[in-house]
T-cell receptor, first 115, second 113 residues
Framework: GAGVSQSPSNKVTEKGKDVELRCDPI?????LYWYRQSLGQGLEFLIYFQGNSAPDKSGLPSDRFSAERTGGSVSTLTIQRTQQEDSAVYLC?????????????FGSGTRLTVV | GNSVTQMEGPVTLSEEAFLTINCTYTATGYPSLFWYVQYPGEGLQLLLK?????DKGSNKGFEATYRKETTSFHLEKGSVQVSDSAVYFC????????????FGPGTRLSVLP
C-alpha cells in the first residue's frame, strides 16, 4: 500500500482480555518496528523485525507481549491478559532497510484502552 | 546509555512568530539525528534529519543543525503557521544503522491565528 496501515485504530478492552494489533507495512519494506507511546511519554521501542532474521525483542516489557511477522509482511502484536498500564498508542513503522538511513514511515497507530 | 532531552511543552505561539524547540542528546557513538512531527490524528512523519556534524536538515521551512560540540539539534522556523500545530519529536539513531531509535518525549506546539 501507499503507507503503513494499522488496525484497529481504536480498541477498548476489559482488563485480563487478550488483544491483537495488526500492522501492514509498505510493500517491499524489509524492516518493521513496533513502538508504544504512553500518555505524555516519548516513544518506547518494543520489537524489531528485519527480513528473515530473528527479531529483536529486547524492548518487550513483559512475557505477556509477543509479536510475529508472517511472510515478511504483515505483523501482529499480541498482548495477553491486558492490564491498565498497557493503555497506550501502539505505533508500527517500516523502512526499506534496517536502520536510520531513509528514516521510518509510521502508521497512525492503534489507541488501546484497558478498562 | 543513549538519551534525548527536549524542552517541555506545550509551546504556544502566535502566527508568524519565530520557533525554537531545543533538543540535546547523549550517545556513546556518532549518531544520526532526526526530527519527527505528529499532526493531530495522524502518524509520525519524518520532518528532517542530519547524519554528521555541522549538517543542516531542512524541510517545510524548518531547520536543524547537528552540533557535535554542544550535542544539540535544535529545531527552528522563522515564521510559524497555524498548520504547524503538532507534536514534535527529536530522535537519534546510534549507530546510524541501529535497529531502533531513541526518541525524546515530544513537544506540543500550538500556533494561534
Amino acid at each position: 500500500g501507499a503507507g503503513v496501515s494499522q488496525s484497529p485504530s481504536n480498541k477498548v478492552t476489559e482488563k485480563g482480555k487478550d488483544v491483537e494489533l495488526r500492522c501492514d507495512p509498505i510493500s517491499g519494506h524489509t524492516a518493521l518496528y513496533w513502538y508504544r507511546q504512553s500518555l505524555g511519554q516519548g516513544l518506547e521501542f518494543l520489537i524489531y523485525f528485519q527480513g528473515n532474521s530473528a527479531p529483536d525483542k529486547s524492548g518487550l516489557p513483559s512475557d505477556r507481549f509477543s509479536a510475529e511477522r508472517t511472510g515478511g509482511s504483515v505483523s501482529t502484536l499480541t498482548i495477553q491478559r491486558t492490564q491498565q498500564e498497557d493503555s497506550a498508542v501502539y505505533l508500527c513503522a517500516s523502512s526499506l532497510v534496517g536502520g536510520a538511513g531513509p528514516g521510518y514511515t509510521f502508521g497512525s497507530g492503534t489507541r488501546l484502552t484497558v478498562v | 546509555g543513549n538519551s534525548v532531552t527536549q524542552m517541555e511543552g506545550p509551546v504556544t505561539l502566535s502566527e508568524e512568530a519565530f520557533l525554537t524547540i531545543n533538543c540535546t542528546y547523549t550517545a556513546t557513538g556518532y549518531p544520526s539525528l532526526f526530527w519527527y512531527v505528529q499532526y493531530p490524528g495522524e502518524g509520525l512523519q519524518l520532518l528532517l534529519k542530519a547524519t554528521k556534524a555541522d549538517d543542516k536538515g531542512s524541510n517545510k521551512g524548518f531547520e536543524a543543525t547537528y552540533r557535535k560540540e554542544t550535542t544539540s539539534f535544535h529545531l527552528e522556523k522563522g515564521s510559524v503557521q497555524v498548520s504547524d500545530s503538532a507534536v514534535y519529536f527529536c530522535a537519534l539513531s546510534d549507530p546510524p544503522y541501529g535497529q531502533n531509535f531513541v526518541f525524546g518525549p515530544g513537544t506540543r506546539l500550538s500556533v494561534l491565528p
